[in-house]
């Protein structure tokens, strides 16, 4: 058998290659400006980490797509939700080089740009949808009758970022769904959906819960009436409270989705008992889906804000309506809504119920 041929870095990573791809329109490097080059670099470089956030994305949502997953097996999926919480706050630093491209700077080359818009980026499309983004909150992006049709060609032929979204929505389920289904299967009080009774024993927890939020709440909003001396801040106080009280109860009957209502009632369940052995690694994947949901929000965020420094309020090249488009999908492209809300419902562990099969959740030996 043959030796192994000395590889060299620029065959493996191919730089020659790589570096003959950043002139856009331009035949050569010497007919396009430093700026220019900037911007595509910039954005050639969110693509390289959309890739790696789709490979990631898919591994922890395969993990989860099983009937059964064993507790090992939940630190992989932590460590690919860590490892794209980091993508998202290195790529959030790459705005500030484009920040460095002034106003006057960029209408210099924008007009080439007219029909294009990051709208178009279909792996940030992808992992939209791989995350688990709802098809109805989608915000449209000017005159085409949905997101997926803005991603055909001019002559409206099929393109390649149109097969690459086509793809991800027949690849089921999103990373949510079987985020959901895993913890509809979790064991609420030792007992799982379908236990003997699991139904009556589920509600027998809630209603033990819900007596003590209603306790710590009131407990709260007895300290804070105590303190406040004026009476009309007192009555608005007390029914914000009162308000607050009734909360968990209306978050937890889920529209009468039962099956909604049990993987809420999961949620909490991690949270509050989140020092039981059994619970070590679902506490951290939760703790990681929120991490990775708030840097993928100060992305969008981020974004808006770059675009309003450099170019104001105009139209986009895509025809979109700009800065207002991109802020409004940084307010409503949430996608774990329930579990950021279960941040407001918690309660210091000691007042909550004692388990009655704590020991279910404990070390096994032997």
């Not at 969110?46 to 956030?53: H, P, Y």
């Not at 690919?80 to 500030?96: G, Q, Y």
């Not at 990051?118 to 983004?133: K, N």
């Not at 389920?173 to 959901?180: E, N, R, S, V």
Request: glycine share 6%; charged share 30%; with cysteine.
């Amino acid at each position: 058998m043959a030796a192994p041929k000395p590889l060299n870095y620029w065959d493996y990573i191919r730089v020659e290659e790589l570096l003959t791809l950043q002139r856009g329109l331009a035949k050569s490097d010497t007919e396009i400006s430093n700026d220019e080059v900037m911007f595509i670099t910039v954005h050639q470089v969110f693509e390289l980490w959309f890739k790696l956030l789709l490979r990631e994305l898919a591994t922890a949502r395969d993990l989860f797509k099983g009937e059964h997953v064993a507790e090992q097996e939940l630190s992989g999926a932590v460590r690919s939700l860590k490892r794209m919480t980091a993508i998202f706050r290195v790529a959030n630093k790459h705005w500030e080089v484009m920040e460095t491209l002034t106003t006057r700077e960029y209408l210099g080359f924008r007009d080439k740009l007219m029909g294009a818009s990051g709208f178009q980026s279909a792996q940030l499309r992808q992992v939209e949808i791989l995350f688990g983004l709802d098809d109805a909150t989608r915000i449209p992006l000017g005159a085409e009758s949905s997101y997926v049709s803005a991603l055909r060609s001019h002559d409206a032929k099929p393109s390649p970022a149109l097969a690459r979204v086509q793809k991800s929505l027949a690849d089921t389920p999103t990373f949510k769904d079987a985020i959901d289904a895993w913890l509809f299967r979790t064991p609420i009080d030792g007992v799982g959906p379908n236990g003997k009774k699991s139904e009556r024993e589920l509600e027998r927890f809630v209603a033990r819960f819900n007596a003590c939020y209603e306790r710590v709440v009131e407990g709260t909003a007895a300290r804070a009436l105590s303190i406040t001396p004026a009476k009309a801040d007192k009555a608005r106080l007390a029914e914000r409270y009162e308000s607050e009280k009734k909360a968990l109860a209306v978050f937890l009957a889920a529209d009468g989705d039962a099956r909604k209502s049990r993987v809420r009632c999961a949620m909490l369940f991690i949270e509050t008992y989140r020092e039981l052995p059994l619970l070590a690694w679902p506490r951290e994947v939760l703790d990681a889906i929120v991490e990775l949901e708030q840097h993928f929000v100060i992305f969008r965020q981020r974004h808006a804000r770059m675009v309003e420094r450099i170019i104001g309020r105009r139209t986009g090249t895509g025809g979109s309506a700009g800065v207002d488009y991109l802020d409004k999908t940084a307010l409503e492209y949430r996608i774990f809504r329930d579990l950021w809300a279960v941040r407001t419902l918690q309660i210091p562990r000691a007042a909550a119920p004692e388990l009655e099969r704590g020991a279910f959740y404990a070390f096994k030996s032997g």
